[in-house]
C-alpha cells in the first residue's frame, strides 16, 4: 500500500493553481488543434518542478529523465523481453502490487499492453473507464489523485487533457505514467525506439521522419531528440506543424538535427524511418473530411517509401486508416515493422513501470 500520513504530499490548492497557470497557454494551443500556424507557447511542460513520489519517480515526458537514464529503461525492457520470450514467468517484480488505470480515452493498445504486462511481472491492474471516473467533473482531480494512490501503487492515465496527467502527479503520493494526453505519448516513443534499436541496431545517429499532422506522437519524438541523437523531421502540411515551445526546447538541446518540412517528398530522402499516424486523431473526427484535403500530398504510399530508399522502414503507432494516411500496399510491406512496434508497448512500458516503481 502507498504510504498515508505525513508522507502523503497533501499540497496547497494555490500551489497547483499557479503550476497550471504557468501552463495555460500550451494547454490552448495543444488542447485544440487549429487550422493555422501554431502560436508559441507561453511554457514548456516539465515534471521536473513536480514533486516524486514517496518511491520512485513518475513517466511524464520522455526528456524529464537524462540519457542515461532512458538507455537504462531501454536496457531492462530488453532483458524483460527476452525473458518472457523464452517462457520464463518466474520473474515477477510487481508481486501483491495493484495499478489503477484511467481512461477517459479508449484504446485497445494501451490497456491491453498496460494490463497483460502488468499481470505477467505478477500484479494487478484494475480498469477506470469513463463511467467509473470523470476527471474534474464528479470529482475533483487532485482528489482522485489522493484516493487512489492509497489503494494503488501506481496509477496510468490514457487522458485528453494534459493538465490532467500534471495535477494527478502534482497530489499521488504513488508514482504517475502518462498513457497519453493530447500534448503527448511518451510511452509510444519508449517502444518505437526500442523497435528502431531491435531493427536498424542503434537507438542513435538514425534519421526519423514523421509524415502528417504534428500531433502528440511528435512532441514526444521531439522531446526524445532533445536526450538521444538523430535527425528528426516533422513533414507536415502548413498551418499543422507541431508546437512551437516544444521544438524550440529539442534545438536548444543542441543534440539532434531538427526541421519542420513542408515537401514530404523532400523529407524522407535517406530516412531510417517513415512514421505516420492518422491525420484526424480522437477528438478531431469532425474535421476528418476537412483535413484529407489539408493532408492531400502527404499520404505515406508506395511512391513515397521509394523516395526514402531501401533502408527505410515504416512505423505507424495504430490503430491505421489504411487508405488514407497510408496505402495497405506499404503496411503490408516487407519493411513495415508495425506490429512489432505495437508488441514493443508492452515490453517498454514493463520497463517503464519497474523503473516508476523503484524495482529495476
Known amino acids: 500500500m502507498p504510504p498515508t500520513g505525513t508522507a502523503m504530499r497533501c499540497l496547497k490548492t494555490s500551489s497547483v493553481q499557479q503550476l497550471m497557470g504557468r501552463r495555460s497557454g500550451v494547454a490552448a494551443a495543444v488542447g485544440q488543434r487549429r487550422h493555422v500556424a501554431q502560436v508559441t507557447a507561453a511554457a514548456y511542460y516539465s515534471g521536473k518542478d513536480i514533486s516524486p513520489p514517496a518511491k520512485g519517480h513518475h513517466f511524464l515526458h520522455i526528456d524529464d529523465f537524462s540519457r542515461e537514464q532512458l538507455l537504462a529503461m531501454l536496457d531492462t525492457a530488453i532483458?524483460?523481453?527476452?525473458?518472457?520470450?523464452?517462457?520464463?514467468?518466474?520473474?515477477?517484480?510487481?508481486?501483491?502490487?495493484?495499478?489503477?488505470?484511467?481512461?477517459?480515452?479508449?484504446?485497445?493498445?494501451?490497456?491491453?499492453?498496460?494490463?497483460?504486462?502488468?499481470?505477467?511481472?505478477?500484479?494487478?491492474?484494475?480498469?477506470?473507464?469513463?463511467?467509473?471516473?470523470?476527471?474534474?467533473?464528479?470529482?475533483?482531480?487532485?482528489?482522485?489523485?489522493?484516493?487512489?494512490?492509497?489503494?494503488?501503487?501506481?496509477?496510468?492515465?490514457?487522458?485528453?487533457?494534459?493538465?490532467?496527467?500534471?495535477?494527478?502527479?502534482?497530489?499521488?503520493?504513488?508514482?504517475?505514467?502518462?498513457?497519453?494526453?493530447?500534448?503527448?505519448?511518451?510511452?509510444?516513443?519508449?517502444?518505437?525506439?526500442?523497435?528502431?534499436?531491435?531493427?536498424?541496431?542503434?537507438?542513435?545517429?538514425?534519421?526519423?521522419?514523421?509524415?502528417?499532422?504534428?500531433?502528440?506522437?511528435?512532441?514526444?519524438?521531439?522531446?526524445?531528440?532533445?536526450?538521444?541523437?538523430?535527425?528528426?523531421?516533422?513533414?507536415?502540411?502548413?498551418?499543422?506543424?507541431?508546437?512551437?515551445?516544444?521544438?524550440?526546447?529539442?534545438?536548444?538541446?543542441?543534440?539532434?538535427?531538427?526541421?519542420?518540412?513542408?515537401d514530404p517528398f523532400e523529407a524522407v530522402k535517406g530516412a531510417d524511418v517513415v512514421y505516420t499516424d492518422v491525420w484526424a486523431s480522437m477528438g478531431q473526427k469532425d474535421e476528418a473530411d476537412y483535413?484529407?484535403?489539408r493532408f492531400k500530398g502527404f499520404q505515406v504510399n508506395e511512391e513515397l517509401m521509394r523516395a526514402a530508399g531501401p533502408q527505410a522502414r515504416f512505423m505507424h503507432c495504430l490503430p491505421a486508416e489504411r487508405g488514407i494516411e497510408c496505402t495497405e500496399g506499404v503496411v503490408e510491406a516487407a519493411n513495415s515493422i508495425i506490429f512489432d512496434e505495437a508488441e514493443n508497448r508492452m515490453h517498454a512500458q514493463n520497463a517503464i513501470m519497474m523503473h516508476a516503481m523503484g524495482v529495476a
Not at 81 to 89: H, I, P, Q, T, V
Not at 125 to 139: N, V
Not at 226 to 255: H, N, S, W, Y
Open 79 to 262: 532483458e524483460v523481453k527476452a525473458r518472457l520470450k523464452s517462457g520464463d514467468n518466474s520473474f515477477k517484480p510487481f508481486a501483491g502490487k495493484s495499478m489503477a488505470m484511467i481512461f477517459t480515452k479508449p484504446s485497445m493498445r494501451t490497456r491491453v499492453s498496460f494490463e497483460t504486462g502488468f499481470f505477467k511481472l505478477g500484479g494487478h491492474a484494475l480498469y477506470l473507464g469513463p463511467d467509473d471516473i470523470q476527471l474534474g467533473k464528479r470529482e475533483l482531480t487532485k482528489d482522485i489523485a489522493r484516493v487512489l494512490c492509497r489503494y494503488n501503487d501506481m496509477i496510468m492515465a490514457r487522458l485528453f487533457a494534459h493538465e490532467d496527467i500534471l495535477e494527478l502527479a502534482q497530489y499521488s503520493s504513488s508514482p504517475v505514467v502518462n498513457g497519453l494526453t493530447d500534448y503527448n505519448h511518451p510511452c509510444q516513443i519508449m517502444a518505437d525506439i526500442l523497435t528502431v534499436k531491435e531493427h536498424i541496431g542503434r537507438y542513435e545517429d538514425v534519421k526519423v521522419v514523421y509524415v502528417g499532422d504534428g500531433n502528440n506522437i511528435v512532441h514526444s519524438w521531439l522531446r526524445l531528440a532533445a536526450r538521444l541523437k538523430m535527425e528528426f523531421v516533422c513533414a507536415c502540411p502548413k498551418g499543422f506543424e507541431p508546437d512551437q515551445a516544444t521544438v524550440a526546447a529539442a534545438q536548444a538541446a543542441g543534440i539532434s538535427k531538427i526541421s519542420i518540412s513542408h
Open 291 to 293: 483535413r484529407r484535403q
